[in-house]
């Protein structure tokens, strides 16, 4: 008999959400309620036991549940000692709080799996930490990774946790737990529940456009920056394919994007080609995606591990414009299904540098000047709002492989194996002793993990003053976002002013200038030039020789006219 006993159980923050729009959501949290559906309606196993810790917990499931599955409070298990197949599995990384469950229902071959999810914080190395030395984990327990890049994290985290372990303390420990790779799933017959003509009718779109759709959450460093985007769409997409209509919905109930969001629309001057549709059910989620012609996606911070709307757009039979990043990079077949945007790490700095510390983390100071390539973002985009064939072609691609790949029944199917596995090795288990000790994370940072994120870092690159992006320095609300408090006017002047005497640059040798003119750290400087390019007030170019002589003087004027408006 096989059983499986999910505790921690999660509340379903969808649910909550179409009751009230200002409930928070996130990724993670979907999937902890989705994969416990989904191990239910497609598993093989024989029971399976959700343990809630007092009556008044609310199951992620409807109430009426089938005959196998129990939904039960801690002192209602049963004697488990004795099955012949037991997991005990929670849809998130904290494994260490499932192995007192293991010895309190004595249970000891009984494998523990985990989920990653994002890996942008300390705590989450504190917790492989605790999975180390704290946690009694065996060799066949299992932290599974949604991606091959989420993989490499957790492995580059564990070897400087060890070398740390063994450099200050003499401790000698192995990670126990294996790192499978099993993707996230989605009910894909779930995304073609909508007609594209009923629901455009019923988001009041027009029925000729060619829609392109983000959603997810607003938050400019803990998803993507918008506002390259915007300008993007505005500046190079609509002029060269008026129909192009651009839509951003999800979730904002944390930073209240919208409205600052909505001005630049209306600044830009494309106020009627950009729609909002902040904090949506889960039907209109639905209806939005069934409404599109094309999914983006610019994430461009290490929050983000996997994408799981990326492949529900898949699902939906959408082509996918995606930011080159984390596993982005093997969910999107860049010219099978859609394409993936070089991008560019601007300033890696540790958030204590001078000038930086104080006010942002580390994640949040890589996600102000990480840049993505918008100019060929824009490229695709009138290429795709062009080709319907292509559209469709790329659609009908992505679907294959989320049936064959990314649907809940093949990934469930991937979790029992996996534990098939971990069962066999388990027969070898033996109980030892873990003494408990601690360690700092200095070592962490994003040379450390995340350096195989970008397509490369940005100061390789020949950089040049584009005409167009400085003319917008002299809107309010671009300058609002173009500067946030990390960022001073007086660098990002100082940049420009140089770059415009040499008319092209590579970026490390700008930003060597500049420091050294200025007295600056070359840190802050990095940081500006990386913010600019992010924006498109500076531009990458494949040499210094595509700078053309009326480019300059263009460049020269708008720098003028920028600094006349300061």
């Keep these: 008999m096989k059983t499986l006993v999910i505790p921690l159980l999660p509340g379903n923050l969808e649910e909550k959400k179409d009751i009230n729009p200002g409930v928070s959501i996130c990724g993670s949290a979907v999937y902890s309620t989705a994969v416990i559906k989904a191990l239910i309606q497609y598993g093989s196993y024989d029971r399976y036991y959700l343990v809630r810790r007092s009556t008044q917990f609310l199951a992620p499931v409807a109430e009426s549940l089938p005959s196998h599955v129990y939904h039960v409070s801690v002192d209602q298990l049963p004697n488990l000692s004795q099955d012949e197949s037991t997991v005990i599995f929670a849809g998130q990384p904290a494994m260490y709080m499932l192995s007192p469950w293991r010895s309190n229902l004595n249970i000891p071959y009984a494998p523990l799996t985990g989920v990653i999810h994002s890996m942008h914080g300390h705590d989450f190395f504190q917790g492989l930490l605790r999975l180390m030395v ?16 989420g993989k490499a994290v957790v492995e580059k985290g564990l070897s400087l946790i060890s070398a740390q372990l063994g450099s200050q303390w003499g401790i000698s420990l192995k990670f126990q737990p294996r ?23 019923n988001l009041s779109l027009p029925q000729d456009a060619v829609v392109f759709l983000y959603l997810g959450r607003f938050s400019s460093t803990e998803k ?15 002029p060269k394919f008026p129909l192009a209509r ?3 919905a999800g979730d904002d109930t944390i930073h209240s994007l919208t409205p600052s969001l909505q001005s630049l629309a209306v600044e830009l001057g494309c106020q009627n080609q950009v729609a909002f549709f902040p904090n949506v059910s889960s039907v209109r989620k639905y209806q939005l995606l069934s409404a599109a012609d094309v999914f983006v996606s610019p994430s461009d911070n290490i929050q983000e591990t996997f994408g799981i709307t990326i492949v529900e757009a898949m699902a939906a039979g959408l082509p996918v414009i995606a930011s080159e990043w984390d596993g982005y990079k093997e969910i999107v077949r860049h010219g099978e299904t859609g394409f993936l945007v070089p991008t560019y790490v601007g300033s890696k700095d540790r958030a204590r ?15 102000f000047t990480t840049v993505i390539d918008m100019k060929l973002w824009s490229q695709y985009s009138v290429e795709l709002a062009k080709n319907s064939g292509l559209r469709i072609k790329m659609g009908e691609r992505g679907r294959e492989i989320v049936n064959e790949k990314y649907d809940w029944r093949a990934v469930i199917h991937q979790y029992e194996e996996l534990w098939d596995e971990l069962f066999i090795e388990g027969k070898k288990f033996s109980r030892s002793p873990i003494e408990h000790r601690d360690v700092s994370f200095d070592a962490m940072s994003f040379d450390g993990l995340f350096m195989h994120y970008p397509t490369a870092t940005l100061e390789s690159q020949v950089l040049w003053v584009n005409p167009a992006g400085v003319k917008t320095i002299a809107g309010k609300e671009m300058r609002r ?3 946030p408090p990390m960022f001073e006017e007086s660098v990002a002047m100082a940049v420009l002013s140089t770059l415009q005497k040499h008319q092209s640059a590579v970026a490390a040798e700008l930003i060597t200038s500049v420091a050294q003119d200025y007295k600056w750290p070359e840190s802050i400087v990095r940081a500006h030039v990386a913010r600019l390019t992010k924006f498109g007030v500076l531009e990458v170019r494949e040499s210094s020789s595509d700078t053309t002589p009326q480019a300059s003087k263009d460049s020269e004027q708008g720098l003028q006219q920028a600094i006349a408006a300061r």
Aim: proline residues 5%; neutral net charge.
């Design 481 to 483: 976002n173009l500067l």
């Design 179 to 201: 790192l499978p790779i099993i993707p996230l799933g989605v009910e894909s017959a779930r995304f073609r529940s909508f007609t594209k003509a009923a629901s455009r009718q």
């Design 224 to 238: 993507c920056d918008l506002v390259p985007m915007i300008i993007s769409f505005c500046h190079d997409v609509v």
């Design 353 to 367: 540098a001078p000038g930086l510390a104080g006010m942002f983390s580390t994640s949040e100071s890589l996600a």
């Design 134 to 149: 704290a946690g009694d984990m065996r060799t066949y327990d299992a932290l599974v990774c949604s991606t091959r890049s």
């Design 246 to 248: 651009l839509i951003l």
